[in-house]
């Protein structure tokens, strides 16, 4: 169990360009979230996966937001024409599903927008 | 709106101290219950979890839990803390039956020695 993992771990980016974080959740793990989450603040859900179908949104996902999981397994989340407000960790956590259905979080991408 | 709350943003004290941190949620019906915690420069790590059974608890380094229905409340507690144990806490909710978790805003502990 190589735990979820996330890249890059950090990223510095202008305002107005585009950005793309990966995540590899654990082997096996059907589901996969994205999180946000900014200073002060517990982590805000995003968006949710079922192997490669993505079944919820959060009204938090402006339409600059894109997510995919095309095949299942890793996911890739981009940011179109970044603002400052954009700047947070993103996390990504993945889970078996079910009736005791338990996240595993990886480590984040911190993104700073200047 | 439905909602997670933390009772304190900080706690600061002395090893051997025991610590409760208070959760309280605004769903109704059914919940699943989680304790997260995040070790400076460390991702989140599941500290503890309750899904139904005994109200009551037990995750790792010697955490416990108690969920109390009446009270909407699934306070975390410790007898005796260490100075590991500084880190931020969060509790998390999941209402649903698909997963998405709803998040307090953290407690931060601070251990001294």
């Known amino acids: 169990d190589t735990g979820v993992s996330q890249d890059p771990r950090h990223k510095i980016t202008k305002r107005g360009q585009n950005v793309t974080f990966r995540c590899d959740p654990i082997?096996?793990?059907?589901?996969l979230y994205w999180y946000r989450q900014t200073l002060g603040q517990g982590p805000e859900f995003l968006t949710y996966f079922q192997n490669e179908a993505q079944l919820e949104k959060s009204r938090l996902l402006s339409d600059r937001f894109s997510a995919e999981r095309p095949k299942g397994s890793f996911s890739t989340l981009e940011i179109q024409r970044t603002e400052q407000g954009d700047s947070a960790m993103y996390l990504c956590?993945?889970?078996?599903?079910?009736?005791?259905?338990?996240?595993?979080f990886g480590p984040g991408t911190r993104l700073t927008v200047l | 709106a439905q909602s997670v709350s933390q009772h304190n943003h900080h706690v600061i004290l002395s090893e051997a101290a025991s610590l409760e941190l208070g959760c309280n949620y605004s769903?109704?019906?059914?919940?699943?219950l989680f304790w997260y915690v995040q070790y400076p420069g460390q991702h989140l790590q599941l500290l503890l979890k309750?899904?139904?059974?005994?109200?009551l608890v037990k995750g790792i380094k010697g955490f416990e839990a108690e969920f109390i229905k009446s009270k909407f409340s699934f306070n975390l507690r410790k007898p005796s803390v260490q100075w590991s144990d500084t880190a931020e806490y969060f509790c998390a909710v999941n209402p649903g039956s698909w997963g998405k978790l709803q998040f307090g805003a953290g407690t931060q502990v601070v251990v001294t020695p």
């Open positions: 082997s096996e793990h059907n589901r």
């Open positions: 769903y109704g019906g059914t919940v699943n």
């Open positions: 956590a993945s889970s078996l599903g079910g009736a005791t259905d338990t996240q595993y």
């Open positions: 309750y899904f139904s059974g005994d109200p």
